[in-house]
């Protein structure tokens, strides 16, 4: 109804103007004496500008009514991506409820490789596990380590995060949750019967710039997760490798409970410093690491 009134109007406004164009130049020409080819020039001129009105009205009349569509179509489809979202985050949260209530069928050793590079881009974490069904392992989630001392959200792409099964098989990986703490599951086919080696391995950047610039930091690692035998923990063995750059400096590494063993610190083929701590009988635990190294240029 609205785009009809916009045409009666436009056509209603065109003629009005039209008919009085040419009635106010009848008037003159008859008043003034003008001869009749002159009025007939006069007249033409007058009807052909009449007819450019027109048609720049009309011009103005589809470029309204071209907007107004479109507008119409941006207010559908942002309507309809909204809709999309919230369809697609509830997924997300019914996977993270299931994910979370429910028991790990499997028991697993775990061998972490946590390397403190010589700049943001050098950092990377190693996750070597192995893993034993009972009976069965489909899919599961992991929290890689990322930088939590920033409000950007971590990204899966920008950590270039990878999963590696050597044996036949493959492992899906599709973020969870992109926020502070990244989250992201893992899919497993076929899926994990037998005892099985499979590792994941990523670079987050940045992470261990606080320990390169002030000379200390932590690394936390909760263990507190239900295990389908009513244990603690899932993990038979836990083992965490903390490789640092090279320095005339040994560094430390400490966990705050005195939970586990750690090593003395030892140059390894590259003169690299390596201190491995273990934990023989982990118990869902929350383990925190305290490290220091030399800064260099002090």
């Known amino acids: 109804m609205a785009e009809?009134?916009?045409?009666?109007?436009?056509?209603?406004?065109?003629?009005?103007?039209?008919?009085?164009?040419?009635?106010?130049?009848?008037?003159?020409?008859?008043l003034a004496g003008i001869p009749a080819p002159a009025a007939q020039w006069v007249l033409t001129a007058i009807f052909f500008a009449s007819l450019l009105y027109f048609v720049v009205r009309l011009w103005q009349l589809?470029?309204?009514?071209?907007?107004?569509e479109l507008r119409a179509d941006l207010l559908r489809s942002t309507r309809a991506l909204a809709l999309q979202e919230a369809v697609h985050q509830r997924y997300l949260d019914a996977i993270r409820r299931i994910s979370d209530r429910e028991k790990p069928l499997f028991s697993e050793t775990l061998e972490v490789l946590v390397t403190v590079g010589a700049d943001d881009d050098?950092?990377?974490?190693?996750?070597?596990?192995?893993t034993t069904p009972e009976p069965l392992v489909t899919h599961r989630t992991v929290r890689p380590i990322v930088p939590t001392g920033t409000d950007r959200p971590a990204l899966l792409d920008e950590i270039s995060f990878r999963a590696v099964r050597p044996a036949a098989g493959t492992i899906t990986t599709l973020p969870l949750e992109q926020t502070?703490?990244?989250?992201?599951?893992?899919?497993?086919?076929?899926?994990?019967?037998?005892r099985t080696e499979w590792q994941v391995e990523y670079r987050p950047r940045g992470l261990w710039r606080p320990l390169r610039e002030r000379g200390w930091d932590q690394l936390a690692w909760d263990d507190r997760l239900p295990a389908a035998s009513g244990a603690p923990s899932a993990f038979t063995r836990f083992v965490?490798?903390?490789?640092?750059?090279?320095?005339?400096?040994?560094?430390?590494?400490?966990?705050?409970?005195?939970?586990?063993?750690?090593?003395?610190p030892a140059r390894d083929h590259r003169g690299r410093w390596e201190v491995v701590w273990r934990d023989e009988e982990p118990a869902g635990r929350r383990y925190v690491w305290d490290l220091t190294q030399a800064v260099s240029g002090r």
């Open 4 to 30: 009809t009134s916009t045409y009666q109007t436009l056509f209603r406004g065109t003629l009005n103007v039209s008919i009085v164009l040419i009635g106010l130049a009848s008037g003159v020409a008859q």
């Open 62 to 68: 589809g470029f309204v009514v071209k907007i107004r």
């Open 122 to 130: 050098s950092d990377r974490i190693v996750e070597k596990r192995v």
């Open 180 to 194: 502070r703490l990244l989250r992201v599951w893992l899919i497993f086919d076929p899926a994990m019967t037998t």
């Open 240 to 264: 965490v490798t903390f490789s640092f750059p090279e320095s005339d400096q040994p560094p430390s590494v400490k966990e705050r409970q005195g939970y586990g063993r750690t090593a003395e």
